[in-house]
């Protein structure tokens, strides 16, 4: 079963974090990425450029319409993402509880949908 | 007369074997809907035949096997039904979904194979026992709590959508909708069918013992609802509090659960009176209350408290055993209680703990003491719209005879009140210190 592991944090307070800091979580994320490349656990990831990026597109009634957002006004945003295999969702949230944002930040567990 | 006392033994059956074979059940046909269905045509059947024909010989065994061979014909007809649309559209179906139903089948067949030697062994261990597994996969973290306990009382407890909808003032639609969607959710994100590891035991096991403890207190408390719909939860709550105790023979944890549970409940024909009123601890008929759920309380809080296990339902529990073995309120043990309750709020400590020491205080080393922890507790304003609050206030400011404050205090309760047995009781104390007060 394939999982899909939605990292959100909160992007203010990661622009607070000096240099060393950052360094030392960058450097923890590719530990494990590295980990669970070998291992076959995850079968990719990538970290997200932040919020102020993204753009919405939606068609209704023919008509495209592109917005800027969404707005960084919820506490967390989407960070970025892993998709990993796991026999089920008490493996998928073990693995979830490994990443680093989840000690301030909360990842969002979804299994994907297999057809 | 024989078919009444047999019908009552269908009854029985449903109850007492309900969970254990839907959990088997669920075991070897890997879906919670599929099982339930064919487990409650196999009772269907069991209720045709066996006034009849008479009791099997092994009432479960032949449960799980008919609950079996129903599973079978559902998946054969999904399957016959599979073929003939594609029959209908040219064979273009997905061979893959085909090859699917084919497996389940041939699993289930073989399974039915060895079902002999299986049912021996499962009749005689309880290490078998899959509403373990069950119990567990129901209270998973990742279920919201109300479906945990909606599902619980579903498949371990056999009660019907129904009566869950009732005991909790749901509406009926709203409650299956939470039970196909809970069900739903299991197996979409695939929630495991099994006992934790021993690492995630403790934590998971707690979040069981809550699940327990909600459908007890529920039944317990008078706050609302069907009555009768409520003593059976709270007959449901011990149900499972002693499969757990069953389950798990060397845990002294469940086993705490189930003594403050007996232990309440031994005192349920005393706390209400002819009119459905509230009646207090201190003004209760003790000659009512349940002396064998007493003596099997008691020895359970005792076995409990030697293998030195003190978690929040262990105190509890002691509590309440000593509240029982006084035979009238002077002889309460109140500066143990109270000493019980200081050690509470230190493994438990929760605003309501603190108003229950505080009582437990003025009990115990006189009102003024009590009143001086309930104004630090209002002070903090956590309990500001619970009616117990004012009513603790009042009861101690009339025994330290303050009657007017009293009177004021019973007044602010009455404001915040829902349930009508409580109401009854507030309003009647309020008029004692209304006209011995004034």
């Not at chain 2, 019908?7 to 059956?13: C, S």
């Not at chain 2, 699993?107 to 005689?124: I, K, P, T, V, Y």
């Not at chain 2, 290490?127 to 069950?134: A, P, Q, T």
């Not at chain 2, 009123?277 to 005792?302: F, P, S, Y």
């Amino acid at each position: 079963m394939k999982y899909l592991l939605l990292i959100y944090g909160n992007e203010a307070h990661w622009d607070t974090l000096k240099e060393p800091e950052r360094m030392s979580i960058y450097k923890e994320y590719m530990d494990l990425s590295a980990e669970w490349g070998k291992s076959g656990k995850s079968l990719g990831g990538n970290e997200l450029k932040p919020i102020a990026t993204a753009s919405t597109v939606r068609v209704r009634n023919g008509k495209r319409s592109v917005t800027d957002g969404p707005f960084a006004e919820t506490k967390e945003q989407l960070g970025g993402y892993y998709l990993v295999e796991a026999k089920d969702l008490d493996e998928a949230l073990e693995l979830a509880a490994k990443i680093p944002s989840v000690r301030w930040g909360s990842i969002e567990v979804r299994p994907i949908n297999p057809h | 007369m024989a078919t009444v006392a047999r019908t009552m033994n269908i009854d029985q059956i449903y109850r007492e074997e309900w969970g254990r074979v839907l959990a088997t059940v669920i075991r070897m046909v890997g879906s919670f809907d599929l099982a339930e269905e064919a487990v409650q045509e196999a009772f269907t059947v069991a209720v045709e035949k066996w006034p009849a024909e008479g009791l099997p010989q092994n009432p479960r065994a032949w449960l799980v096997s008919t609950a079996r061979h129903k599973a079978i014909d559902h998946l054969r007809r999904a399957r016959r039904m599979e073929l003939q649309e594609d029959d209908d559209l040219a064979r273009t179906a997905d061979s893959r979904s085909s090859l699917q139903k084919h497996s389940d089948e041939s699993f289930l067949e073989e399974s039915m194979r060895d079902q002999s030697g299986h049912h021996a062994s499962m009749n005689h261990s309880s290490g078998n026992d899959e509403r373990l597994s069950l119990i567990f996969t129901c209270c998973h973290p990742a279920l919201a709590q109300e479906s945990q306990v909606a599902l619980t009382l579903r498949t371990l407890c056999g009660l019907t959508t129904e009566e869950i909808a009732r005991a909790f003032l749901v509406p009926l639609p709203t409650m299956a909708q939470r039970l196909v969607r809970t069900k739903q959710k299991i197996r979409a994100a695939e929630i495991p069918y099994r006992v934790p590891d021993k690492r995630d035991l403790p934590d998971r096991l707690e979040a069981v013992m809550l699940v327990i403890y909600l459908v007890f207190n529920e039944g317990y408390a008078a706050s609302s609802g069907d009555n009768l719909v409520r003593r059976e939860l709270c007959q449901e709550a011990i149900r499972l509090g002693r499969i757990l105790c069953e389950l798990l023979p060397d845990d002294p944890a469940p086993r705490a659960l189930l003594a403050l549970m007996l232990l309440h409940d031994s005192r349920r024909s005393a706390r209400t009176g002819p009119n459905n009123e509230l009646v207090t601890l201190e003004e209760q008929n003790r000659t009512l209350w349940d002396r064998d759920e007493i003596h099997e309380g008691q020895a359970l809080v005792e076995a409990v408290l030697r293998a030195g296990h003190r978690d929040e339902y262990a105190i509890q529990a002691a509590i309440a055993l000593l509240h029982a073995q006084a035979e009238t309120p002077a002889e309460t043990d109140w500066p143990q209680i109270a000493g019980l309750y200081d050690l509470l709020c230190h493994v438990h400590p929760t605003p309501v703990v603190e108003l229950n020491r505080a009582a437990a205080v003025g009990m115990a080393r006189g009102p003024e003491k009590g009143l001086q922890l309930l104004d630090e507790l209002a002070a903090r304003g956590e309990l500001e719209d619970y009616y117990l609050l004012p009513a603790a206030r009042a009861d101690l400011l009339r025994r330290a005879g303050r009657k007017s404050e009293a009177a004021a205090a019973y007044r602010s309760a009455l404001v915040q009140v829902k349930s009508s047995p409580e109401k009854q009781y507030l309003e009647r104390r309020l008029r004692e210190m209304e006209t011995e007060g004034s």
